[in-house]
């Protein structure tokens, strides 16, 4: 009886060795190489916000010489969730194709410094009433650099413990959009999916969420005052490491790059205003060509 | 099948029969019976694999993913504030009781099959071939 317990669990690792080698999912090389490569003529220049206080940090507006959409990808509002800041600091080296990107990489530096999901004033991202003033220096100093850039586009990146709709406490595996990118929330859900979550993982999958617009979150205020396209993407931390969490969050920061025409690179989603999946391009306000 | 009536009081001739010693012999087996131990390590392995390094995660762990993943849930729901990671003490008891369970079927066919063999091997051997259903 030893012996078969011991040739099962043998062949047991082995199939699970060779299972998981053939059947890991791709990711999207091309897409990021895509994104790593992009124009030769991408200018760089960085700013410093909020200088000389203890909330300075870096922006980076990476600027191709097409002109295109321009994309504010934000990693570090949330101090511990290590995964978006990792990808924005990558996205800082990025070559966009048309118009520009602009990247914060640690927007609540104290909290990233602390490795805590909160700084000096608590949660930075409840500090953004719509319709009011941000409520702490720092939302203030970055709303500022918000309003100058006047983006139309969002990405904030974001980290969760569980999964959204299946532990009832968190958000995980979601991407939240305002109510203007309901194709585009659906279908970088979708393309973020076949990238990266094996059909083994199947709780994993990524689902499009439209959020409740007037929430004191920095992307529903970039969507509600500058009608910016705004996106919250949450990973999560319930069976993924780090490196596959930050790869997801890569992953979604050229997926939206790309769909919002940012990259030439098709992923099939469509940029904005020419490729709308045919579903909802009448709902789409910036559908353009037939609607 | 041929003529012989299912019935429990035909089983002591031909039919095997496990009595009530004989299912406490089986349950006792059980727990530690090779398909237990299969079964045990099929549920649990693979995902351990995949929950210590998520690139090891492998179809092999889909059993063992879906139910830590739909007992986390159930756990969320009645006890939202416990990290994930305490769910493995539940984990581990139930798939060992599912294997358990396995492992019961499987000593149960096997005790089955035995005293079938043992009743029915002499009456076979006389019996002419392809007649034994007609």
């Known amino acids: 009886m030893r012996r078969r317990s011991a040739l099962a669990a043998v062949t047991t690792l082995a199939g699970t060795a060779i299972a998981g080698v053939v059947s890991r999912p791709g990711g999207n090389d091309r897409l990021l190489a895509a994104a790593r490569e992009g124009s030769d003529d991408v200018t760089t220049e960085t700013t410093q916000l909020l200088p000389e206080t203890v909330h300075e940090t870096t922006l980076y507006e990476l600027t191709a010489p097409d002109p295109g959409p321009t994309v504010m990808v934000f990693g570090g509002i949330h101090g511990d969730e290590r995964n978006g800041i990792e990808a924005a600091h990558d996205a800082t080296e990025w070559g966009p194709d048309a118009g520009q990107l602009v990247v914060v990489p640690e927007t609540d530096r104290v909290a990233v410094e602390n490795d805590e999901r909160g700084g000096i004033d608590g949660d930075l991202n409840r500090h953004f009433p719509a319709g009011e003033e941000p409520t702490s220096d720092l939302a203030r100093g970055i709303w500022d650099a918000v309003e100058r850039y006047d983006p139309d586009v969002v990405l904030d990146l974001h980290r969760s413990l569980g999964i959204y709709g299946f532990h009832r406490e968190y958000v995980g595996q979601a991407l939240f959009h305002s109510a203007d990118a309901h194709a585009h929330g659906r279908a970088i859900a979708d393309a973020l999916t076949a990238d990266a979550i094996p059909w083994y993982l199947p709780f994993h999958r990524f689902t499009p969420q439209e959020s409740t617009a007037g929430g004191p979150l920095l992307f529903q205020k970039a969507a509600a005052e500058l009608d910016a396209t705004a996106y919250l993407f949450e990973t999560t931390a319930f069976l993924l490491n780090h490196a596959t969490m930050t790869e997801q969050s890569r992953l979604v920061t050229a997926h939206v790059l790309a769909a919002h025409g940012g990259l030439e690179y098709d992923t099939g989603i469509g940029v904005a205003g020419t490729g709308e999946p045919e579903q909802e391009s009448e709902t789409e306000p910036d559908g353009g060509t037939s609607a | ?134």
């Open chain 2, 1 to 134: 099948m041929s003529g012989d009536s299912p019935g429990p009081e035909s089983g002591r001739g031909s039919e095997p029969s496990i009595g009530h010693a004989g299912g406490l012999e089986i349950g006792r087996r059980a727990l530690t019976s090779p398909a237990t131990v299969a079964t045990a390590i099929v549920l649990i392995v693979p995902f351990a694999l995949g929950w210590l390094r998520t690139e090891l995660f492998s179809p092999l762990a889909l059993p063992g993913y879906v139910i830590y993943s739909i007992g986390t849930a159930i756990g969320n729901a009645i006890a939202p504030r416990f990290e994930f990671w305490v769910y493995w003490v539940p984990f581990v008891g139930g798939c060992y009781g599912i294997a358990v369970g396995v492992g019961t079927v499987y000593e149960w066919v096997r005790a089955r099959r035995d005293a079938g063999d043992d009743g029915t091997e002499a009456n076979r051997s006389h019996s002419p071939p392809g007649n034994s259903d007609d």
